[in-house]
């Protein structure tokens, strides 16, 4: 136990009505929705990093944040564990994801960092069997350190590539070792800040060198989870290679890996590639690779990765309507990629803003449960797509040739005519629900 969170309660379901700051007003973990408890559709995670390791800090100012565990040695490491895993006790969410730089201290050597990480994955374990939080996912920090500055996978020196490699090894280990149920890797700086330096197919050779490697080691470990790539457009490079779900989809098919790797689709990433979430994670159903979600919101004035707190129910709704269309999640679940605003320095303010979020969640969840289990907007949909069903099209569509179908048009003077796609009655439809 730690006393950073002295005086805050656990958090509990008190429903709507209430004025309790520290409750929650829609996300009920045992409310059966759709045949399913709400937590198990939801799958709430805390990253370890925006909450534990985030100093505050901006491009254009320093640390905001006070924090006791803040600190070089492996006890402040483990003070910052201890701190984590009290106040997963307070919100009650069943996940955590961390990558290794946030739970151990950077040493000098790879062998340093090893063997603190390992004593750090030791130390979860037991805090994980203590109070029952799982591991959604781990992840290797591969864009921090000065020595990636120029990419990992896709770094020019194949010393930073092995370095990665053998980083993303251990990684995965401590991933396996607690139960992780998915192993993600955000390719911060596997892009460039400028073509003048970079041959672009010698990088994506050795990019899908790196993911072959990772998959082959995960068999090869019996590691159950799934393997999931984060796309992002740019920032902190100007452009990243895993610009979105598309291209994360061409990259895996290039290297025959579209059945063994999925995405984890973040919201301010979707909109920074100029998407919307709901764009992103129905194209990665589509294509068979939706696996998880980084939740949280961008600014829409500012236009960078702002990575605030979800705060928008009606958004949020038409992501997870994507997601429960699709089957809801597998191994994957609603990871709080979000950090607080600087100036929210005290401890409250990590609970309040997990609170809201997880409601917001909760919230839109519930509502797209309801606009899939009525199925109107999904008989609209079929409804626009039915002359596909009937007489010649299927053949046409199957079998027809430009000569045939040439042949068609002209013989049964096939003149289309419009229908309308009826946006604003849907737009409408959709806010029934909310
Ligand atoms: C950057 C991100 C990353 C990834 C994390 C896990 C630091 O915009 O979203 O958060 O989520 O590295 O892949
Ligand atoms: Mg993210």
Known sequence: MTDYFAGIPKIAYEGPDGDNDFAFRHYDPDETILGKRLEDHLRFSVAYWHSFASDGGDPF????????WFGPTMDHAKMKANAAFEMFRILGQPYFCFHDADIRPEGDTFA????RLKEMTDYLQGKMEATGTKLLWGT????SHRRYMAGAATNPDPDVFAFAAATVKTCLDATQQLGGENYVLWGGREGYETLLN???KRERQQAGRFLTMVVDYAKKIGFDGTILIEPKPQEPTKHQYDYDVATVYGFLKDFGLEGEVKVNIEQGHAILAGHSFEHELALAASLGILGSIDMNRNDYQSGWDTDQFPNNVPEVMLAYYEVLKAGGFT???????AKLRRQSLDPQDLILAHVGGMDVCAAGLKAAARMLEDGMLEE???ARYAAWEAGDAPALLAQG???TIADCVLRDNINPQPHSGRQEALENLVNRYL
């Open 401 to 403: 040739t430009l000569e």
């Open 198 to 200: 970079t041959d672009l």
């Open 61 to 68: 100012g320093g640390q905001t944040f006070l924090r006791p």
């Open 140 to 143: 290797a920090n591969l864009f």
């Open 380 to 382: 609209a949909r079929q």
């Open 112 to 115: 340093e960092n090893t063997n």
């Open 331 to 337: 191994t994957g679940g609603t990871n709080f990629d």
